[in-house]
Nanobody
Framework: QVQLVESGGGLVQAGGSLRLSCVTSGRTISTYAMAWFRQAPGKEREFVAAISWGGGSTTDYGASVKGRFTISRDNPKNTVYLQMTSLKPEDTAVYYC????????????????WGQGTQVTVSS
């Protein structure tokens, strides 16, 4: 399995931006589809964004973040990013990076590798 470590979370005002990073180790990241999920207190873990393996030619986004968030990958740096703009208080959650071999998925059950999460708090 691949090990994942997220960073970049913090406190930001509504309308602001943050960039999350997910650094991987243990396996070649290029053969993994990567995704971001988030979980707010008292809620289930929610799909945020995903990017296909290799060059990342295919991306997908949750309806609530489409047009505001962008997922990207830098395979030589073993890093996946989530650029978040126009942040809203409802974006407040712990954000998790996840990896699975090859195929993209929006389902948490399909991912066997998870990071520890990074907190994002958006104030109104």
């Amino acid at each position: 399995q691949v090990q994942l470590v997220e960073s970049g979370g913090g406190l930001v005002q509504a309308g602001g931006s943050l960039r999350l990073s997910c650094v991987t180790s243990g396996r070649t990241i290029s053969t993994y589809a990567m995704a971001w999920f988030r979980q707010a207190p008292g809620k289930e873990r929610e799909f945020v964004a995903a990017i296909s393996w290799g060059g990342g030619s295919t991306t997908d986004y949750g309806a609530s973040v489409k047009g505001r968030f962008t997922i990207s990958r830098d395979n030589p740096k073993n890093t996946v990013y989530l650029q978040m703009t126009s942040l809203k208080p409802e974006d407040t959650a712990v954000y998790y990076c996840a990896a699975r071999p090859v195929s993209v998925s929006k389902n948490t059950r399909d991912f066997g590798s998870w990071g520890q999460g990074t907190q994002v708090t958006v104030s109104s």
